[in-house]
């Protein structure tokens, strides 16, 4: 089964508001990651927490970590339409270091 | 830097053929995985590798093999494809640690 589940599933806002997206996850990780795929292309890296960490930056992406009940948000303020895509958060466990899994996505709609 | 080139992008097989999908690196990044991504499923972890001469099983390895004999190479061959094995898939690669994975673009490939 797998390691990550997003939600929600799907979530439309408009242009300006703030989007947040929650991950769960059911073992002890050494980081969580988040990416973002665009329609029929690849991921793209967003951030990176590691497991000691509680809350990071980048731009308009802010992600918290709380590893005392598996879970992670991602909030995107002032959305764009560009914005809109699915997200995917990926966990690197401390029992398989060397495999990412990911979980099943939030397709975010950002109406202009 | 090319990044993670995947070839072919659109594959159409026939039930029980056989076909290798190509994936290459030029960041010299020791770890690369396979994975597929089916709808409502996000992403399932296929096979992965952390060096030459050395792989593992995903979450979902079979009636896939996959092998490594150069750092930059990571090729996923079906032996008799199924019409389940319909679906996109993504090959990726990064360094050792706490990093960031790097995607290529996807093969689309439909099993009539």
């Known amino acids: 089964s797998q390691q990550g589940e997003e939600d929600p599933q799907a979530l439309s806002i408009q242009e300006g508001e703030n989007a947040t997206m929650n991950c769960s996850y059911k073992?002890?990780?050494?980081?969580l990651q988040w990416y973002r795929q665009n329609s029929g292309r690849g991921l793209v890296h967003l951030i990176l927490?590691?497991?000691?960490?509680r809350e990071k930056h980048s731009g308009r992406l802010r992600v918290t970590l709380d590893t005392s009940k598996k879970s992670s948000s991602l909030l995107i303020t002032a959305s764009r339409a560009a914005d809109t895509a699915s997200y995917f958060c990926a966990t690197s466990t401390t029992s398989g270091t060397y495999k990412y899994i990911f979980g099943t996505g939030t397709r975010l709609k950002v109406l202009a | 830097n090319a990044g993670v080139t995947q070839t072919p992008k659109f594959q159409v097989l026939k039930t029980g053929q056989s076909m290798t999908l190509q994936c290459a690196q030029d960041?010299?990044?020791?770890?690369m995985s396979w994975y597929r991504q089916d709808p409502g499923m996000g992403l399932r972890l296929i096979h992965y590798s952390v060096g030459a001469g050395i792989t593992d099983q995903g979450e979902v390895p079979n009636g896939y093999n996959v092998s490594r004999s150069t750092t930059e190479d990571f090729p996923l061959r079906l032996l008799s494809a199924a019409p389940s094995q319909t679906s996109v898939y993504f090959c990726?690669?990064?360094?050792?640690?706490?990093?960031?994975?790097?995607f290529g673009q996807g093969t689309r490939l439909t099993v009539v």
């Open positions: 990726a690669s990064r360094r050792t640690g706490n990093t960031e994975a790097f």
């Open positions: 073992t002890s990780i050494n980081n």
């Open positions: 927490i590691r497991s000691n960490e």
């Open positions: 960041m010299n990044h020791e770890y």
